[in-house]
């Protein structure tokens, strides 16, 4: 009868702690896996403005969580044009303008996106210009009159990076 007390005392122990651990990890966790992005040895908040990356160079962002969990996340590059002007130009013969016309516009083609499990790298191009995003957007047809915008000069550029399990996103405005 001894160590059947016993046994039953430890089991009970064994239950109370692993609970005790339950209880920590849900509340300290908050039972989530904590995704997070990282430039360097900088932790990125959810949302960042400001940013400056080196042109004609890969950048490498680091993306994990603190569980230690597998990253599954997806990564996009969109333009910005509220600091644009309502800039003109010629799409096929007919009148448009860059708020309109690339407002939000996915060009994360043109920054050369690698991603892999623990980080992910992208290219900025020097040379990439208004004109360039435009013909990316409407490779067939025909445009005409465009002005020019220095796009290193202001945030025209937004990388967003999604965990695709805890559906969290952290927002970098970046030029």
Same mark, same amino acid.
């Given at each position: 009868?001894?160590?059947?007390?016993?046994?039953?005392?430890? #089991?009970?122990?064994? !239950?109370? #702690?692993? +609970?005790?651990?339950? #209880?920590?990890?849900?509340?300290?966790?908050?039972?989530? @896996?904590? *995704? &997070?992005?990282?430039? +360097?040895?900088?932790?990125?908040?959810? @949302?960042?403005?400001? &940013?400056? %990356?080196?042109?004609?160079?890969?950048?490498?962002?680091?993306? +994990?969580?603190?569980?230690?969990?597998?990253?599954?996340?997806? !990564?996009?590059?969109? %333009?910005?044009?509220? $600091?644009?002007?309502?800039?003109? %130009?010629?799409?096929?013969? @007919?009148?448009?303008?860059?708020?309109?016309? #690339?407002?939000?516009?996915?060009?994360?083609?043109?920054?050369?996106?690698?991603?892999?499990?623990?980080? *992910?790298?992208?290219?900025?191009?020097?040379?990439?210009? !208004?004109?360039?995003?435009?013909?990316?957007?409407?490779?067939?047809?025909?445009?005409?009159?465009?002005?020019?915008?220095?796009?290193?000069?202001? $945030?025209?550029? !937004?990388?967003?990076?999604?965990?695709?399990?805890?559906?969290?996103?952290?927002?970098?405005? *970046?030029?």
């Amino acid at each position: 009868m001894k160590a059947f007390s016993k046994a039953i005392t430890w #089991l009970l122990v064994v !239950v109370v #702690l692993l +609970g005790v651990f339950g #209880l920590l990890y849900f509340f300290v966790g908050n039972g989530q @896996r904590n *995704f &997070y992005v990282r430039y +360097g040895n900088t932790p990125i908040p959810a @949302r960042a403005d400001n &940013y400056e %990356f080196e042109k004609n160079a890969y950048t490498v962002i680091e993306c +994990g969580t603190l569980t230690g969990q597998k990253v599954e996340y997806s !990564v996009t590059v969109t %333009f910005d044009t509220k $600091d644009i002007s309502e800039t003109a %130009f010629n799409l096929n013969d @007919r009148a448009a303008n860059y708020k309109y016309e #690339l407002y939000g516009y996915d060009c994360t083609e043109l920054f050369n996106v690698a991603i892999y499990d623990d980080c *992910f790298m992208f290219y900025i191009p020097q040379d990439l210009t !208004v004109a360039k995003i435009l013909q990316h957007r409407y490779p067939d047809d025909t445009i005409t009159g465009v002005t020019e915008v220095d796009l290193w000069a202001k $945030d025209y550029f !937004v990388l967003t990076v999604t965990d695709k399990v805890e559906r969290k996103s952290t927002v970098i405005s *970046f030029h």
